[in-house]
């Protein structure tokens, strides 16, 4: 993804690998700023390398996708971590989730639908305290969203033929489960953005592409499951702002 000269998984904190994750290709690595643990049979690139700037422990063994060890690494330099700002992002959107309930499809002139108790578009403002946006089945559009609040998508949005192509922004959390298949719709390909915590999770099959482009949270990441991600996570690692739910 251009812009963010990282390995495929960043974080700014700690970093576990449970589970036996493949993270291959150009950038096919991971880098924490503090300590990693990996507790399971992690695949990098070749060339590719888990490193920590502190402390890399753990009973597993890293391997790159030809089965050579891949030694672990500990004490290397911290990498610069971006810190992204959802409003900086939301300029763009195609769809605006107002706190107050009010979904604003943005045209000549906007659109302006009450999703308090009827979804619009997909989408429905299920609570105003922390406020938080549900997208569940299959009944979202295309476009680049940006939420006030929290955002959870479950169900089957998009699927393995043809993907959903929906960015998400969120000022709050973002949380991803069942089995979805989305593709970024925004220009510069970000996926999910979230001011607050990231967790995906489900198992949406592993012949295809789950995901695509940035996948960046400001404050910790939680990904199980068996998800396949064409693209970059970067987690900041700050603590996560007041209203927003707290997932990893």
């Not at 590719?48 to 089965?67: C, F, L, N």
């Not at 500990?74 to 900086?88: N, T, W």
């Not at 991600?229 to 987690?235: K, L, R």
Request: hydrophobic share 35%; glycine share 14%.
């Amino acid at each position: 993804i251009g812009g963010l000269p990282l390995p495929g998984v960043a974080s700014d904190g700690d970093l576990l690998l449970p589970g036996n994750p493949r993270i291959t290709g150009p950038c096919g690595g991971a880098h924490a700023n503090d300590d990693v643990t990996i507790n399971s049979s992690p695949v990098v690139g070749v060339g590719g390398r888990i490193s920590a700037s502190d402390v890399s422990d753990g009973s597993g063994t890293v391997r790159d996708t030809t089965g050579a060890v891949v030694p672990r690494v500990s004490g290397v330099p911290k990498l610069e971590i971006p810190d992204l700002d959802p409003a900086d992002y939301c300029s763009r959107a195609d769809f605006v989730l107002r706190a107050d309930g009010m979904l604003v499809k943005k045209g000549t002139p906007d659109l302006v639908l009450d999703a308090r108790s009827v979804p619009q578009f997909g989408w429905k403002r299920s609570s105003s305290s922390p406020v938080l946006w549900d997208l569940s089945g299959d009944v979202s559009v295309n476009g680049t969203v940006c939420a006030e609040g929290n955002v959870k998508i479950s169900g089957n949005t998009g699927s393995d033929v043809l993907p959903r192509k929906m960015s998400v922004i969120a000022t709050g959390s973002i949380e991803i489960s069942g089995n979805p298949f989305m593709q970024p719709s925004s220009p510069d390909s970000v996926m999910f953005l979230a001011g607050g915590d990231l967790s995906i999770s489900g198992n949406p099959g592993i012949l295809n592409d789950t995901f695509e482009g940035l996948i960046y949270s400001d404050s910790q990441c939680k990904i199980s499951g068996n998800p396949n991600i064409e693209g970059q996570i970067v987690c900041q690692d700050n603590p996560n702002p007041a209203g927003t739910i707290q997932y990893a």
